[in-house]
């Protein structure tokens, strides 16, 4: 029943993906408890530089055996006014003062090399790579299923989704409004299209013809035998591996999110320039005031790290970014490999009672 087409490709046992989650919580030791226990472990590797990324992937290889995956962000052209960039700096003094770290740092906003990034993918051999924030290349994803990798690509519209299946991709992440984290929106100039994860999964199932991985929102086996019953044939869970024993969150970020309700989060571009969902902190109050524009993505991020690092460093979770979902309540932090468990003999009793309910509907029918 759990076997679909996806599952026997991707060579893993359950149709639970772990999701990348850049900047720290995928730790090697998370990924590879993932993929121990049956599901498929992922690695965030945006932020990586590609010795590191190369490191990473060595490291999870002598931490498991099985397929793991391998995430990256496609690039997009930022630019910002001088002008933008100094307002942002001088409003950003404030919390520097505050945590007593230097005011007008020099900002770094180069990013990784996405080319040297994806070369280290293509001579690692690395299963499965995901995208988000757009659509890479042709020749990018060819390479790539050269080597047998598994593509997969991102969408929150049905027309990302379409554009993805055209450009090659294997599969595809659907991802809904209620997940933790950036959007992957590429196409919509709204920066959010918020659809719904039970809304958008059904609807891009219907116009793809290639697997799709629900995510957003989903927590346990109610989530995955929901999502399965919506067509999907995997999900990515994010927020449910955050506060498990082998994420790398700080801590302060694991209790906030065990302590925090479904209502706790909202979509911010406080701290990157791209729409994220995250737990709400004061850091993204007081920027919804803000009277200037938030540099866009990757800028804003680089302008907020030396705040996010300092606030971690003292333990203070109003400044730092703590990226989660809408199904906060249900987190636990138990191992990440009793959480893929737990999922999976949690489905298998829905479906039994499901089965239940099938006969006694035959009964009246
Ligand atoms: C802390 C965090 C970091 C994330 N980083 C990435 C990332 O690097 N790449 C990516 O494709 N998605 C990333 N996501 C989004 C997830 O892939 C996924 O869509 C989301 O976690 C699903 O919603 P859920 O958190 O409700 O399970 C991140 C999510 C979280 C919570």
Redesign the pocket.
């Known amino acids: 029943m759990f076997e679909t087409d996806l599952i026997r490709r991707l060579n893993i046992q359950f149709p639970i993906i772990q999701?990348?989650?850049?900047?720290g919580?995928a730790t090697s030791k998370l990924i590879a408890e993932v993929s121990n226990a049956g599901g498929l472990g992922s690695l965030?590797a945006?932020y990586l530089t590609p010795e590191t990324l190369r490191s990473t992937i060595q490291e999870i290889r002598q931490l498991t055996k099985q397929p793991f995956g391998v995430?990256l962000f496609v690039p997009e052209d930022a630019t910002e006014s001088q002008a933008t960039i100094e307002k942002m700096t001088a409003y950003l003094n404030k919390y520097r003062t505050e945590l007593g770290i230097k005011e007008n740092p020099s900002i770094n906003i180069a990013t990784e090399s996405f080319e040297e990034q994806v070369q280290v993918l293509i001579e690692e051999k690395v299963p499965v790579v995901?995208f988000?924030f757009g659509i890479p290349s042709k020749e990018v994803i060819q390479a790539l299923k050269n080597q047998g990798t598994l593509v997969i690509g991102?969408a929150t519209i049905v027309e990302e989704a379409k554009q993805l299946e055209s450009a090659g991709v294997d599969a595809i992440?659907a991802?809904g409004s209620?997940?933790?984290?950036?959007r992957?929106t590429f196409l919509s100039n709204k920066a959010d299209s918020l659809i719904g994860t039970m809304a958008l999964v059904p609807q891009i199932v219907d116009q793809v013809s290639i697997p799709v991985i629900a995510?957003?929102?989903?927590m346990d086996g109610r989530g995955l035998v929901a999502s399965l019953t919506l067509g999907a044939s995997a999900v990515?869970?994010?927020?449910?591996f955050?506060a498990s024993v082998e994420s790398g969150a700080h801590r302060v970020y694991k209790l906030t999110i065990l302590s925090a309700n479904e209502d706790s989060t909202a979509i911010t571009r406080a701290y990157s320039g791209k729409a994220a969902r995250g737990i709400q902190t004061t850091f993204m109050q007081e920027m919804d005031q803000y009277a200037g524009a938030i540099p866009a993505f990757p800028i804003q991020n680089a302008m907020t790290r030396d705040i996010r690092q300092a606030a971690a460093k003292t333990n203070n979770p109003e400044y730092m970014s703590l990226?989660?979902?809408?199904?906060l309540r249900l987190a636990t932090d138990h191992s990440a490999g009793a959480i893929v468990k737990q999922t999976m003999s949690q489905a298998h009793a829905l479906l039994g009672n499901m089965l239940k309910l099938k006969d006694k509907s035959e009964e009246i029918l």
């Open positions: 999701a990348p989650m850049a900047g919580p965030g945006a995430n995901s988000t991102t992440v991802q209620e997940a933790g984290g950036h992957g995510s957003g929102g989903i990515q869970m994010g927020t449910a955050l990226w989660a979902g809408q199904g």
